[in-house]
């Protein structure tokens, strides 16, 4: 009896959950969304790293039923980070002209050959610079067209990044200070 009137209330508070959940939604707009970030502990990184893959988890509309950390994304999203932090700069194609998708290939992540071609491609990476806070620099990005449909996967060509890593780097002598780079890619094959 009292499992039937626990899975009861479990029910009931799933729903309202869930009709929040749609009214939020349906207001249109990510900036007055707030979002539960969904930390798991087995993930690497910073916990500035860990928030911010909670934040991208977690957001209502993210598309992706599964998104799973990787480690060796997240090495290479760190190094990017640090690099622009050192050098001062901020762009997705490093100083010495290559990009993120050179990056990853080179750290011996497999993607797909066409996103090769060029070492300055970029099918992989959002960056960010100058917000503090995991939390500021997430509704940042979202907040723009083209982070948001890589990081939430509302464009159809991210549906299938199953893997992220996130990298942050700080250095009070650059540009921008704070500095995040998040990377999404196909499981490799």
């Not at 039937?4 to 009931?12: E, P, T």
């Not at 930390?39 to 910073?46: H, L, M, V, Y």
């Not at 950390?69 to 901020?90: C, G, I, K, P």
Request: glycine letters at 8%; hydrophobic letters at 35%; aromatic letters at 8%.
């Amino acid at each position: 009896m009292r499992r039937v009137i626990l899975s009861g209330i479990k029910l009931r508070l799933f729903i309202v959950s869930l009709i929040s959940c749609l009214v939020l939604i349906s207001c249109g707009g990510t900036d007055n969304i707030t979002v539960t970030p969904r930390p798991i502990a087995s993930d690497g990184g910073t916990t500035k790293e860990r928030k911010m893959a909670g934040l991208m988890r977690g957001h209502p509309r993210q598309k992706r039923k599964t998104l799973l950390y990787n480690a060796r994304l997240t090495s290479v999203a760190r190094a990017r980070a640090q690099d622009m932090a050192r050098r001062n700069y901020f762009g997705h194609v490093d100083p010495d002209g290559h990009g993120p998708n050179w990056h990853l290939t080179r750290a011996g992540y497999r993607l797909p050959i066409e996103w090769t071609a060029f070492k300055s491609s970029n099918q992989v990476e959002s960056i960010l610079g100058g917000k503090a806070t995991a939390k500021e620099a997430f509704h940042t990005l979202v907040n723009s067209s083209g982070h948001r449909s890589h990081l939430l996967a509302t464009a159809p060509f991210y549906s299938n990044h199953l893997r992220y890593g996130v990298g942050y780097a700080y250095d009070p002598a650059s540009t921008y200070h704070h500095y995040w780079v998040v990377i999404t890619a196909p499981i490799q094959k």
